[in-house]
Each structure stands twice: as C-alpha cells, then as structure tokens.
C-alpha cells in the first residue's frame, strides 16, 4: 500500500533522514522506533506532504505522493495523527471531531461516521459538549484518534500517540489500535513504547540518525535486548 524508496530529507544542509526505504502492506500494522531525534517523526511528515523530499520517491497503491499538496494526500486517505495531538483546546469536542472531515462533502456518510467514533470512544460523546482542552490526557487521545477517523482513513499513521498517558491507558490504546486495524484501516505506528509496539505490530522499522539500521518481526526485534536499550530505553 504505502512504499518509501531512498527517500531523504534536509533541513537547509542538515540531514533528517537519509536514505530510508519502508514498506506497508495493505492491512497491516507496521511500527518505527528509534530515540527521540532519529527522524521518525520526520519520516511521517514527509508522507503527508508536510515537508518536501530531498531526494527518493513515496507511493500510495501505486500513485505518486511526494509532489502531491497536502489536502490531496489526505484524501487519497493518508491520514496522520500527530504527535501531541495537535486539539484545539478552547473549542469542544463535537467541533475538534467534525474538522477531522473537513474535506468531506457526504453529510450522511459523516453522520455515519461520526457514530462509528462515539462506538469506538463512549467516553467522547459523554463529554461532546465540553472544551477539548478540560479532557484528561488518554482522552485528548481518543479525541485524535476519532478526529483523524473522521477522515476515513485508508492508512492512519500515528505519531507518538502513548507519549504521556498512564500504563493502563496504554493498555485501552493497544485495543483501540487493534480494532481499528481490524475494521480495514492500515497503521503505520511510530512509537518509542516496546510494550505498545509488541502488542500491536507485526513488522517494525529501527531508526537512528535519521537512517533504517534494523527491521524485521516485532517479536525477534524486540527480544533482542540491545534494540530495547539504544532505541526504547
């Protein structure tokens, strides 16, 4: 589904990434560790169009993305869920939900949509009203996740998304992950928790220095305990 080919990216004459090449099959849950400053972030926002390549080449089912604008990407149905979460704190959580579709014109199929996210999160409609900002942090979370849904996704990449919350938050993400997944929705997972990771992926990519030095099976990667020290801590 999604293919990098030798893709690089400079920050003025610093290179970010150098060089990576990832694959991601269709239906699948693919995951990029690495320590903070390695580039995966990097590598997510290249896919999305929100910095240009320097050089290599990034497809989605067989298209061309890497010259594409960024509304277009997203509506071929690469969707990312950013690092931080990126709300709008001071707006409630039926609004932050609905600027997920804001490129959707099938008022029926949002509706629809949009009932499939109160499914996936009860805890969103309780709090519908209620200023995204007041929300706990696994919640703020769920709120987008649901937002970037509202999309419909044909990939949902997601960028650090256990980053602050407790132990058994992770635990409700990891199902999340796992049911949307199973709906039919692609993951491309960028995480730095081995737990989360070994859950949920069935392949990982390992990043350091803005280059791919390790992948293969989740599992035999992350037994390997000089993976889980120089990449996850």
Do not use: H, W
């Not at 491309?188 to 390992?206: D, G, M």
């Not at 992948?215 to 305990?225: F, H, I, T, Y």
């Amino acid at each position: 589904m999604l293919k990098l080919k030798d893709v690089t990216v400079r920050y003025e004459t610093a290179e970010a990434v150098r060089g990576v090449s990832i694959e991601v099959p269709e239906g699948s849950v693919i995951s990029v560790i690495g320590a903070n400053g390695a580039g995966k972030s990097t590598i997510l926002k290249a896919i999305s169009g929100l910095v240009p390549l320097y050089s290599g080449e990034i497809e989605f089912s067989g298209q061309k993305i890497n010259r594409m604008a960024v509304n277009q990407i997203v509506d071929l149905g690469v969707v990312q869920v950013p690092e931080g979460r990126r709300l709008f704190p001071y707006m409630s959580v039926m609004a932050n939900i609905k600027l997920g579709a804001y490129l959707r014109r099938d008022k029926r199929g949002m509706m629809a949509d949009m009932e499939e996210v109160f499914r996936l999160f009860p805890r969103l409609k309780e709090r519908s009203n209620q200023k995204a900002g007041s929300l706990s942090g696994g919640e703020q979370q769920m709120l987008a996740i649901g937002r970037g849904l509202m999309a419909r996704p044909k990939l949902l990449m997601m960028d650090e998304p256990s980053l602050g919350l407790a132990p058994v938050v992770i635990d409700l993400l990891a199902d999340t992950i796992r049911t949307i997944n199973q709906s039919g929705i692609t993951v491309l997972l960028v995480e730095q928790n081995a737990s989360l990771v070994t859950r949920v992926s069935q392949k990982c990519y390992v990043i350091e220095v803005g280059r791919v030095v390790l992948e293969g099976n989740v599992q035999e990667l992350m037994a390997d305990d000089s993976v889980r020290r120089a990449f996850l801590g």
